[in-house]
């Protein structure tokens, strides 16, 4: 099993930008798919991309699609969410998952 450690988030104004950062343990996180989930109180956890293990053609949500983009790094065991023009509605805690593991997650919190 893939231990995760995500980290990264913060708080930023409207329009600002973050990049959170999932790290995994072992040589199975860099051939696993990483999925980047997030959940805002009151909410349904919500997908919002993964990246296979070679990190080409990664696919996202259409809620953040041009917005988000996922990359990794496999000689750092890393999977990264680039988070652009970010609006208050993107608060949440951010989560990263691969296989059956998830991390802590890390709340990203964005004012107006």
């Known amino acids: 099993q893939v231990q995760l450690v995500e980290s990264g988030g913060g708080l930023v104004q409207a329009g600002g930008s973050l990049r959170l950062s999932c790290v995994g343990s072992g040589r199975i996180f860099s051939d696993s798919t990483v999925g980047w989930y997030r959940q805002a109180p009151g909410k349904e956890r919500e997908f919002l991309g993964a990246?296979?293990?070679?990190?080409?053609?990664?696919n996202y949500a259409n809620s953040v699609k041009g917005r988000f983009t996922i990359s990794r790094d496999n000689a750092k065991n890393t999977v990264y969410l680039q988070m652009n023009n970010l609006k208050p509605e993107d608060t949440a805690v951010y989560f990263c998952s691969a296989g059956i593991s998830w991390g802590q997650g890390t709340q990203v919190t964005v004012s107006s």
């Open positions: 990246i296979n293990w070679s990190g080409s053609s990664p």
